[in-house]
């Protein structure tokens, strides 16, 4: 997945395997996993309304040609699909290589001609003619990001082909009859080409002058190394990809026969397909590793310092400059650092703040222990938090999703290059819950006084929250209910992590320091992020501005300056999309006074899905004016 789709926001494969990064509920879509986008995707559309009615309106002709579009869209990415909850070309990738990329832009480009020369933008009401907005936003965005096509990274040790394809098979691809299983066998024939594509995209960034820095190379080969270690391809236990299959396989409870056939022919497509697809990208991590320089930032490449305004636009939908986001970084740092000394003197801790977060780091008390019974009592305690969550909602909420969320661990597989925790959404169709994953790789990484804010943020209130409910918009266009926008979706989740605060929640002042501990985190983002990419810090520079600044352990440190210089810009629409978010709530409050619900304001930024942040700001402005007549 190439990098400047994702900050340009408008790719669905993208947004539906993100979140931070990045599904609670069983959504009323249509009834099978094998119908057409259209039947997967629409909700309630209302050109169906209108055809009841008899009659229609300039919304249902534009809301069905929203419809249309995504069906195409849809129909030419099988990965969509899957992702969809759908069957259709289940045993194929989806198209990775520049001439389809180049066909969907010029697509997109003349939908938007179409769209401009067909429909009237004055007879369309509120929703519609914010769908109109949207779609127009997205493929201007796309043309901004054609000048930037070769100038991202196919491959990082945080994501790429190499590691989303194991996951995409392992936690997409459902088995649920013989011949889903032989879809599954298809897929692993077939990687080769779609890897081949993904190779030779990041050669071709690589003749730019586009290369992840020196360090990145030995984690994506180990990760590389990971998928094709042990049974069929050497005498270890099950690889990744075959335990799955194996363990999927077994729950259809076939004849000793047909389940033994199935095996016999997945470890042929492994050995012969999928081993040697993976050899050749680790053959290029190598042969990259010796062209690459030890240099971080994004500015070593052609035209990086536009490259990285373009991704700081993108990400956070607002106009600030590099220089404007590290010093709001700087002053929200030190505004934190103030609270947490209230917190200090709570606690009646003795010492420096930097005493304070050495015992954070290093005291047992904030530990489960390293073993699995360790991860298991942290994996049930967070799914008790947001079970316990659940009980205060009506009182934040008028609106709720209705799929069904669960805590679950990384896989080992991917733990070594995966975040600290990260959210996946749910299918559509309901065949699969939203996941809040925990990475439990090591345990001295997930200190017990960060968990609340963690549960919230990638759980409910947060992510699950906002990205269900989004998906289950009734008379929504498709493209809006699976799409996003960084700053919307995660200023959210860290507005939701500061939202139960009002409420009685974090009541140990410990866990209140974790909150402020990861407002913090993403506070020091705002600073080391440009300061990597805008003013040339190297990476141990950026480590130890964290590690001074900050409670976090060193291990995790590291990998979070190892993330923000493979995904530049990205880090910074965290803070950026909360402050806004609380500057619009506490604009309504004063303007609303005694009338103003949360519960309402909440249902303003939530019923109409994401959106970026000039948008929202059009919509509260709306919403206050028409409470105060």
């Not at 004849?255 to 022919?265: Q, W």
């Not at 974790?514 to 480590?543: F, K, N, S």
């Not at 190892?562 to 609380?582: F, S």
Request: hydrophobic letters at 40%; a negative charge; aromatic letters at 10%.
């Amino acid at each position: 997945m190439r990098m400047f789709h994702l900050a340009a926001g408008v790719s669905a494969l993208a947004l539906l395997t993100a979140c931070n990064a990045a599904d609670d509920e069983t959504v009323a879509l249509a009834p099978t996993a094998t119908g057409t986008a259209t039947e997967m995707a629409r909700d309630g559309d209302a050109s169906d309304i209108a055809a009841v009615a008899g009659e229609e309106t300039e919304s249902d002709r534009l809301n069905a040609w929203f419809q249309e579009v995504f069906d195409r869209n849809t129909a030419r990415s099988p990965m969509t699909q899957t992702f969809l909850g759908m069957k259709t070309n289940y045993d194929q990738w989806s198209d990775a290589s520049p001439e389809f990329a180049l066909e969907s832009y010029e697509l997109g480009q003349a939908d938007l001609v179409h769209m401009r020369e067909t429909f009237d933008f004055d007879a369309l009401d509120d929703s519609a003619q914010l769908s109109w907005r949207l779609f127009e936003y997205n493929a201007e965005r796309a043309a901004e990001g054609r000048r930037w096509v070769d100038h991202g990274y196919t491959f990082t040790p945080r994501s790429g082909p190499h590691m989303n394809a194991a996951s995409f098979l392992i936690n997409s691809h459902r088995v649920d009859t013989a011949a889903d299983a032989q879809a599954y066998i298809g897929r692993l024939r077939n990687l080769p080409a779609y890897m081949d594509q993904n190779i030779a995209n990041s050669r071709r960034s690589a003749e730019l002058g586009v290369l992840t820095p020196l360090w990145t190379y030995e984690p994506m080969i180990t990760t590389a190394r990971n998928i094709i270690t042990g049974a069929p391809f050497d005498d270890g236990e099950a690889s990744p990809i075959l335990a799955d299959f194996v363990a999927k396989v077994a729950a259809l409870e076939l004849d000793e026969a047909e389940e033994s056939s199935l095996i016999s022919e997945a470890e042929t497509a492994l050995t012969e397909a999928v081993a040697p697809a993976y050899e050749r990208v680790i053959a290029m991590f190598e042969e990259q590793a010796r062209l690459a320089t030890e240099d971080d930032g994004v500015w070593k490449h052609p035209d990086g310092g536009e490259f990285y305004n373009y991704l700081l636009n993108g990400y956070t939908t607002m106009d600030l400059s590099a220089e404007e986001i590290h010093q709001l970084g700087v002053s929200e740092v030190t505004r934190i650092h103030d609270e947490m000394r209230g917190i200090m003197n709570e606690v009646g801790f003795q010492g420096s703040l930097q005493d304070f977060f050495e015992f954070m780091r290093t005291d047992e008390q904030f530990y489960y222990p390293d073993t699995d019974q360790g991860r298991a009592g942290y994996l049930a305690d967070a799914t008790a938090m947001i079970d316990t969550m659940r009980e205060t909602l009506p009182q934040m909420f008028n609106t709720f999703p209705r799929a069904e969320i669960e805590v679950r661990r990384v896989e080992p597989f991917r733990e070594d290059s995966a975040g600290k925790a990260f959210y996946g959404r749910p299918a559509p169709n309901g065949s699969r819950p939203g996941i809040y994953y925990a990475n439990l790789r090591d345990m001295s990484l997930m200190p017990t006084y960060q968990m609340e804010a963690l549960a919230y943020h990638e759980g409910i209130p947060g992510h699950h929250m906002q990205l269900a409910i989004m998906q289950e918009l009734e008379g929504v266009p498709a493209f809006r209910r699976f799409g996003g926008y960084t700053a919307y979706t995660e200023g959210w989740g860290l507005y939701t992590e500061y939202l139960p605060l009002e409420y009685g929640y974090y009541s140990d002042p410990y866990s209140d320091f974790g909150r402020l501990a990861m407002e913090l985190w993403r506070a020091c983002r705002l600073v080391v992020d440009t300061g990597l990419h805008h003013h040339r810090w190297t990476r141990q520079e950026a480590v130890d501005y964290l590690a001074e600044n900050t409670p976090n352990p060193q291990g995790d440190i590291v990998a979070a300056i190892d993330r923000y210089i493979v995904y530049p810009g990205q880090a910074t629409a965290y803070k950026i999309g909360m402050l806004e978010i609380l500057r619009l709530r506490g604009m309504a409050e004063e303007a609303l006074g005694e009338t103003y619900d949360i519960r309402d304001f909440h249902d303003v930024v939530l019923t109409q899905g994401a959106m970026p942040m000039s948008v929202l700001e059009e919509r509260v402005i709306a919403w206050i004016e028409g409470e105060q007549h």
